[in-house]
């Protein structure tokens, strides 16, 4: 069974910081492609960072500079740092695990507010 579970979300002031995690069981995590999404109130579900099984990264635009992705492959856990964080990156952030079948994770709220 599947299991993809976030930790790290909270509340910060704009311009500061968070690190989130995601661990990940039931997979062979070192085949997997991993990445992080992100669901705002009336918005889809967009893709914020991805990392390959081989490790090479790729982001949003808007997240460019600010956040960075790296995984653990003897922990199984990938994680997201988010600095400079701005209002507009208030949402939901979900791990996904991916091969031909998409997994997520239940997701982690991350709040940017003064």
């Known amino acids: 069974q599947v299991q993809l579970v976030e930790s790290g979300g909270g509340l910060v002031q704009p311009g500061g910081s968070l690190r989130l995690s995601c661990a990940a069981s039931g997979v062979i995590f070192s085949i997997y492609h991993m990445a992080w999404y992100r669901q705002a109130p009336g918005k889809q579900r967009e893709l914020v960072a991805r990392?390959?099984?081989?490790?090479?990264?790729n982001y949003a635009d808007s997240v460019k500079g600010r956040f960075t992705i790296s995984r653990d492959y003897a922990k199984n856990t990938v994680t997201l740092q988010m600095n400079s964080l701005k209002p507009e990156d208030t949402a939901v952030y979900y791990c996904s695990a991916q091969l031909s079948t998409y997994y997520w994770g239940q997701g982690t709220q991350v709040t940017v507010s003064s």
């Open positions: 990392i390959t099984r081989d490790g090479a990264s």
